[in-house]
C-alpha cells in the first residue's frame, strides 16, 4: 500500500532510499537543508570496497553493497578495482587469506605484474592485492542520479529547507515540522548523516555519533595514468574520470579515529601531495582544492539502519556510506513495503543503544 513517506536528508543515503521508495510507488518528499550531497556525500573519497571491514557480518553487507551497486547501473560509479599494498608481511598474509576465506575476488600480484598495471606508479611494492569487484563513486554525481530516479518516479525534493522536528500522536509520527512549514507523514526516514542524532533525540531515540573529520585534496587534472585505486602504505589514491587526482590526507582514512585533524588543513593538504607526489613523481602535481566533511560514524563505528522510537521512525546513517548506499537504498525499501526484515541488516538496528 502506497504511503506517505518523507525522507530527511538528500545524501547518497537518503537519495537511495527515495529512489527505491519511489519506484515501490510511495508518496516520497526528501527534505534537506541545503541541498544535493551537501555534506558527507559530496566530500567523500568514494571507494566502493569490502575488503575493509569490521567482521564478517560488515563484510557481508559491503559485498552485497558491491553487487547492488552493479545492479544500480549507475553513470559516474567508475569499475577500476583496486591495488592493495597498504601492508607487508603478516598483516598482507592475514588479509589475503580473510578475503579468500570469504570467497572475495582477489588476485595476489607480484611487482613486475604491478608495474605492468600501473606503469607509472614509481614506488613499487614487492607485491599487491588486486581486489578486481571493487568501485569509485563521485558522490555529488551519483546522489544526483538517484534523486533524478526518485523524481522520475514522482518523488518531491525540498532543498533550503530546515527539518526542526517531528510530531507524533498516539505513539507514531504524524508530520515533520521544518522551516517551510508541516508536512504529513505515515513514515519519515532520517538519513540526515550527523544531523541524525539532533533530529531522533527528541523522539526519546538515543543515537551518539563520533566526531570524526575527514580532509580530501584534490589535484589540478593531468592525463590518464592511474587506472586503480590505490591502496599504498599511507595513502589512499585515485584518480578521477576528469583527470584530478582525489586523496584523503589521512592513512587508511575509513578507520581514521582522529577526533581533530592534527595540523591545519593546508599543512595536511601539503604533506598528503608530497605523498602522492612520491608515489608519481613523474607528474607534475598541484594542489587545486581541499574539502573537509565530518563523516557519520555512529558510536560503535557500525552502521545504524531500522525503525526507532514511535511508529513509523526509521533511521538510516552510516559511515561507508558509499560503498553501502545501494544495498540501503534496496533494503529499506523492501523493509518500508513489505513490512519485512532483512537479515543483512539484523546487526545495525538502533536498538542496540537504547540498552
Ligand atoms: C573525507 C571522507 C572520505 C570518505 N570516504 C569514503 C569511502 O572511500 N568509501 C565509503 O564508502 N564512504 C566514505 N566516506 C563516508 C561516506 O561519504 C558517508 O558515509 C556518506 O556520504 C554518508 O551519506 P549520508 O547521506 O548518510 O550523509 P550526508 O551526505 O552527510 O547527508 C546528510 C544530509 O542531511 C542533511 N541534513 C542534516 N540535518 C538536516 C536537517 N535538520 N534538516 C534537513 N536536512 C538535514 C544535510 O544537509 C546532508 O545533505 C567518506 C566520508 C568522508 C567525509
Redesign the pocket.
Known amino acids: 500500500m502506497s504511503q506517505r513517506i518523507v525522507v ?8 537511495a532510499i527515495a529512489s527505491h521508495l519511489a519506484e515501490a510507488g510511495h508518496d516520497v518528499t526528501v ?19 569490502a575488503s575493509f571491514f569490521a567482521d564478517a557480518a560488515h563484510f557481508r553487507l559491503r559485498a552485497a553493497g558491491i553487487d547492488a551497486w552493479r545492479r544500480a547501473g549507475m553513470q559516474d560509479v567508475t569499475w577500476s578495482g583496486s591495488l592493495w599494498f597498504e601492508e607487508d608481511g603478516a598483516g598482507f598474509d592475514v588479509m589475503l587469506t580473510q578475503l579468500q576465506d570469504f570467497n572475495y575476488p582477489v588476485e595476489p600480484i607480484d611487482r613486475d605484474r604491478f608495474c605492468e598495471l600501473e606503469p607509472h606508479v614509481a614506488t613499487l611494492p614487492k607485491r599487491a592485492l588486486r581486489l578486481p569487484s571493487e568501485a569509485a563513486a563521485e ?1 555529488g554525481a551519483v ?1 544526483q542520479g538517484y534523486l533524478a530516479r526518485a523524481q522520475a518516479s514522482g518523488a518531491r525534493a525540498l532543498f533550503g ?4 522536528g517531528i510530531d507524533t500522536a498516539h505513539g507514531a509520527v504524524t508530520h515533520v515540522v ?1 522551516s517551510a512549514g508541516a508536512l504529513p507523514a505515515d513514515q519519515v526516514v532520517v ?6 542524532p ?2 531522533v533525540a527528541p523522539l526519546g531515540v538515543n543515537l551518539s555519533m563520533l566526531r570524526r573529520p ?3 585534496i584534490t589535484t589540478r587534472a593531468v592525463p590518464p595514468v592511474l587506472s586503480h585505486i590505490l591502496i599504498a602504505p599511507g595513502q589512499e589514491l585515485r584518480q578521477l574520470p576528469d583527470g584530478r587526482f582525489l586523496a ?1 590526507t589521512s592513512p587508511n ?2 578507520a581514521d579515529d582522529a577526533s581533530e585533524l592534527e595540523a591545519s588543513a593546508q599543512d595536511l593538504a601539503e604533506t598528503a601531495l608530497a605523498r602522492v607526489a612520491n608515489l608519481l613523481p613523474d607528474q607534475a602535481l598541484s594542489l587545486e582544492s581541499i ?1 573537509m ?4 560514524v555512529p558510536e560503535d563505528g557500525l552502521p545504524v539502519v531500522g525503525p526507532a522510537g514511535p511508529d513509523g521512525l526509521y533511521i ?10 545501494a544495498i540501503i537504498g534496496e533494503l529499506v525499501a523492501q523493509e518500508l513495503t513489505n513490512g519485512g526484515t532483512a537479515d543483512l541488516l539484523a546487526p545495525y538496528r538502533p536498538g542496540r543503544f537504547s540498552a
Request: proline residues 5%.
Open positions: 530527511i536528508g538528500a545524501g547518497i543515503i537518503g537519495a527534505i534537506d537543508r541545503t541541498g544535493p550531497a551537501a555534506e558527507a556525500s559530496g566530500r567523500s573519497f568514494g571507494w566502493i570496497n558522490g546522489t529547507v530546515d527539518v526542526l521544518t538519513a540526515a548523516g550527523t544531523g541524525t539532533g533530529i575527514g580532509l580530501l584523503p582514512h575509513q574539502t566533511a565530518f563523516r557519520p538510516a546513517t552510516m559511515h561507508s556510506g558509499m560503498t553501502l548506499a
